[in-house]
DNA sequence: AATTGGACGTAATGTCATAACGTTAGCTTG
DNA sequence: CAAGCTAACGTTATGACATTACGTCCAATT
C-alpha cells in the first residue's frame, strides 16, 4: 500500500533521471533534464519526489538541498538511512547503522520525544577524490 | 584562536537575538529582527553567522534552513551535536552521542571517507507536545 | 604615510520550494 | 451509463533561503 504502487508517468520521469545520475540532484536540475519530456514547471518535480520520498523510492539529502534514488529499492522502506556525501565529486553512499538508529532511539524515548524523521549525513571527501 | 575573539558589531547582535530566542531562527527572521539596530540586507546576517558557525558558538539545523545559539557555548568547539527538533513547538534540543560520532567515525575509516561536517537531526514532537 | 586585510553596506541576482487556481483521467456507485 | 469522487496534472505567481559583485571603511602593520 505505500509503495508498489504503480509510478505516474511524472514519477518514473524524476525517478529515471535520479537513477541515471547516480548521484544527488536539484529539483531544478531534474526539472532541466526533463524539459524533452514535457516537463515545464518545478512543480511537476516537487509533486513526483514527494510521492517517491514517501515510498522510499527516493532520498532526501538535506545538508545540501538535493535528492538522490536509493540505494535499496528494492527491500523497501528499509529504517532511516545515512549518508556519506563527498563534497568534491558529489558521490554519496547511503548505509544504514543499527547501533546509531538505536542510540537516537534511546535517546528520544529517554526524554520522551517521538520521532518522525531522522537525518544522518557527512560531508567530506570520499576515498576516490582522496587519491587511493 | 578559533573562537574567543570579540565578536564584532553585527556578530553580537546575530548572536543575542539567537540567544534571546532560545530556539531556531531562519536568518531573515533574524534580519527582522535587528532592522531597528540598523541592519538592512541578508548578507549581513549571513556574514555573521558564518563567523559564529566557525567558532562554534551558533549552530546550523539543516533540515529546517535555521540558526541556534550552541547549548554549551563555553566548552567551545565540542565535537559534532545532534539535535531533536520538535515540529510543534520549534524546540530543540541539543545532545551529543559518543558512540554515534564512534560508529559515524569507525564508517568513514573504514570507506576512506574523510568526514569534514556532521548532520545528526531528528524530527519530532517533544514531551512537551504531547502533553507530558 | 603607505599598505594590507577584515569587516562592512548595498544592490542585484541566484537557488530552492510552495500557494492557488482550474483541468483531466480513472474509478466507484447508484 | 451518468453522477460523483479522488488523485494527479498543468500553469502562473509568489515566497523563502542564500550568494555574487563591487566599493568603502578602519585598524594594524611596515
Ligand atoms: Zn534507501
Ligand atoms: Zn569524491
Ligand atoms: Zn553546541
Ligand atoms: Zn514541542
Chains 1, 2 share one sequence.
Not at 78 to 106: M, P, W, Y
Request: proline share 3%; charged share 20%; net charge neutral.
Amino acid at each position: 500500500m505505500t509503495s508498489h504502487q504503480k509510478l505516474t508517468r511524472n514519477q518514473a520521469l524524476v525517478l529515471g533521471s535520479l537513477e541515471k545520475a547516480g548521484q544527488p540532484l536539484s529539483a531544478y536540475t531534474i526539472l532541466d533534464q526533463l524539459r524533452d519530456d514535457g516537463l515545464r514547471a518545478p512543480l511537476q518535480v516537487y509533486r513526483a519526489l514527494d510521492k517517491l520520498l514517501e515510498s522510499g523510492l527516493v532520498h532526501r539529502l538535506e545538508s545540501i538541498n538535493a535528492f538522490v534514488a536509493c540505494s535499496h529499492p528494492h527491500s523497501h522502506s528499509h529504517g532511516s538511512a545515512a549518508f556519506a556525501i563527498c563534497e568534491r565529486c558529489g558521490r554519496v553512499d547511503e548505509f544504514s547503522d543499527a547501533v546509531v538508529q538505536k542510540r537516537l532511539a534511546s535517546w528520544s524515548s529517554e526524554h520522551g520525544f517521538k520521532p518522525s524523521r531522522t537525518t544522518v549525513e557527512i560531508r567530506g571527501e570520499c576515498a576516490a577524490c582522496l587519491g587511493n
